[in-house]
T-cell receptor, first 119, second 113 residues
Framework: AQTVTQSQPEMSVQEAETVTLSCTYDTSESDYYLFWYKQPPSRQMILVIR??????QNATENRFSVNFQKAAKSFSLKISDSQLGDAAMYFCAYSSSLGGTGTASKLTFGTGTRLQVTL | DGGITQSPKYLFRKEGQNVTLSCEQN?????MYWYRQDPGQGLRLIYYSQIVNDFQKGDIAEGYSVSREKKESFPLTVTSAQKNPTAFYLC????????????FGPGTRLLVL
């Protein structure tokens, strides 16, 4: 079974600075997807960024980028120019196919990292 | 606007009562999912459905039931057999091809009286 580990329960960053959130995972599969989701106080899960395992190039979305190290099974999220609105819980998630007639997938989540942004 | 809606936002259950959480999507997604979130934890999969009239158990299906009579709707019933139902419930959907990206609704908070 796949497992996802986020070893930083809480992180803090000053506004406009850069912060990196860590995530490691365990799997025996070669083809999978990795995600970072943000959960603000409203508790809705918001997709931040996605990485396909077969792609060597690290994904970027504006101020958000990842460092994907497939051999090390590491998937960290870097937030540049942090803003007050970035304060939230961040969850790393591993996606694997559930098979069957469709291509539904199962997300396995880490326990999250609470990010605080200070002035 | 396309999206996923969940209702109600808050739900109270009495002992021995079944309650149903609603999830509707207008994204034309084939696959839909229900997750449960407990404090200090990530999400865990309860049930999923890849097509209409078909659904499968996830990791923690005991005490829950679902139906998928329409592509847009995937309601979750929390039965009296679920002994610890207090949690935050999130519905998600995804297009049934290989993107594997799931999009989430705003969630329902279930509390036991």
């Amino acid at each position: 079974a796949q497992t996802v580990t986020q070893s930083q329960p809480e992180m803090s960053v000053q506004e406009a600075e850069t912060v990196t959130l860590s995530c490691t995972y365990d799997t025996s599969e070669s083809d999978y997807y990795l995600f970072w989701y943000k959960q603000p106080p409203s508790r809705q899960m918001i997709l931040v960024i996605r990485q396909e395992a077969y792609k060597q190039q690290n994904a970027t979305e504006n101020r958000f980028s990842v460092n994907f190290q497939k051999a090390a099974k590491s998937f960290s999220l870097k937030i540049s120019d942090s803003q007050l609105g970035d304060a939230a819980m961040y969850f790393c998630a591993y996606s694997s196919s559930l098979g069957g007639t469709g291509t539904a997938s199962k997300l396995t989540f880490g326990t999250g990292t609470r990010l605080q942004v200070t002035l | 606007d396309g999206g996923i809606t969940q209702s109600p936002k808050y739900l109270f259950r009495k002992e021995g009562q079944n309650v149903t959480l609603s999830c509707e999507q207008n994204l034309n997604h084939d696959a839909m999912y229900w997750y449960r979130q407990d404090p200090g934890q990530g999400l865990r999969l309860i049930y999923y459905s890849q097509i209409v009239n078909d659904f499968q158990k996830g990791d923690i299906a005991e005490g829950y039931s679902v139906s998928r009579e329409k592509k847009e709707s995937f309601p979750l019933t929390v039965t009296s057999a679920q002994k610890n139902p207090t949690a935050f419930y999130l519905c998600a959907s995804s297009i049934s091809y290989s993107s594997q990206t799931q999009y989430f609704g705003p969630g329902t908070r279930l509390l036991v009286l």
